[in-house]
């Protein structure tokens, strides 16, 4: 018994292999006209193996590029539609550079950053205060996530003092956190939730 894995390697695996073997005996035949009717067939038995679009024109298009790529491009046969080289079809996208942001503690992540430095730019003090108390509840809801057990006033407190330079400062003793877990959409939710089950 010969297990797969020991077998050839498919070049489009979603086809499986008994198209890779009707594409493969295509290839070797030596009659054109009989080459380009076993092609024929072959597309119409693979357009009913992947599933279909809207687009019956971009459909064709994409069963005959793969055809060509299942026979290696040896295939010698008239296409009905422009091939993409094979140069072209197998060549990778060069990949997508990933910012290096320099994020100073991890588990709040770039937005609080950018929000506590947004508020030190504000110079009207009530406006200060509400947004440094509304990114403080979120810098809990964030700790939360990160590790229960590290979920601590006073630590969120520090922080925004650390991140800010001194500049912002919360007052622990006239501000009350918002309570952590649910998010206010999950808590609506499962409040729903319960009405349903009474």
């Known amino acids: 018994m010969q297990y797969n894995t020991q077998r050839e390697q498919l070049t489009m ?14 290839v070797q035949m030596a009659d054109r006209a009989e080459r380009q009717q076993c092609a024929n ?13 809207t ?28 091939i993409i080289p094979q140069e072209e079809a197998q060549a990778h996208p060069a990949p ?29 003090e009530e406006k200060r205060l509400f947004f440094t108390e509304n990114i403080a509840n979120q810098m809990k809801q964030n700790l939360y996530i990160w590790n229960k057990d ?19 400062h919360l007052d622990l003793d006239n501000f009350t956190f918002e309570p ?5 959409l999950q808590r609506a939710d499962n409040s729903k939730k319960r009405k349903r089950r009474k």
């Open 96 to 124: 997508i550079p990933y910012p290096a942001k320099d994020i100073k503690r991890r588990h709040y992540g770039h937005l609080v950053e950018q929000a506590l430095g947004y508020v030190m730019t504000l110079e009207d």
């Open 55 to 82: 687009n019956k024109a971009d459909d064709e298009h994409r069963l005959w590029n793969h055809l060509a790529r299942i026979a290696h491009y040896k295939l010698d046969i008239d296409y009905p539609v422009d």
């Open 13 to 26: 695996p979603e086809y499986g292999r008994s198209i890779q073997k009707m594409v493969d005996m295509a």
């Open 41 to 53: 067939t072959i597309v119409k038995i693979m357009s009913g193996i992947l599933p279909a679009t």
């Open 150 to 168: 590290s979920m601590d006033n006073a630590l969120v407190a520090q922080d925004i003092e650390r991140y800010s330079n001194g500049k912002l």
């Open 180 to 184: 952590v877990g649910e998010s206010p």
